[in-house]
């Protein structure tokens, strides 16, 4: 049976963490970024993890179980 290919926009968008939960970024934080605050700005910054509902969705386009 084949290798399953990892999805190549999905490699570079997540990761994991060591507990085996997925790291995200936040959106809204590339561009037109002088109408926002900055503590909407700074909060955009940090690390976010995947919903439970998306993680079986990220983990399939990561080639994971």
Do not use: C, Y
């Not at 290798?3 to 970024?25: E, H, P, V």
């Not at 936040?26 to 605050?37: M, P, R, W």
């Not at 509902?53 to 990220?58: A, G, Q, R, S, T």
């Amino acid at each position: 049976m084949p290798k399953i290919k990892t999805n190549s926009g999905a490699k570079k968008r997540f990761a994991l963490t060591g507990s085996g939960k997925i790291k995200r970024k936040h959106a809204f934080k590339s561009h037109i970024l002088t109408k926002k605050t900055k503590k909407q700005k700074r909060n955009l910054t940090h690390f976010a993890t995947v919903a439970a509902v998306d993680e079986k969705n990220v983990k399939a386009l990561l080639g994971m179980k």
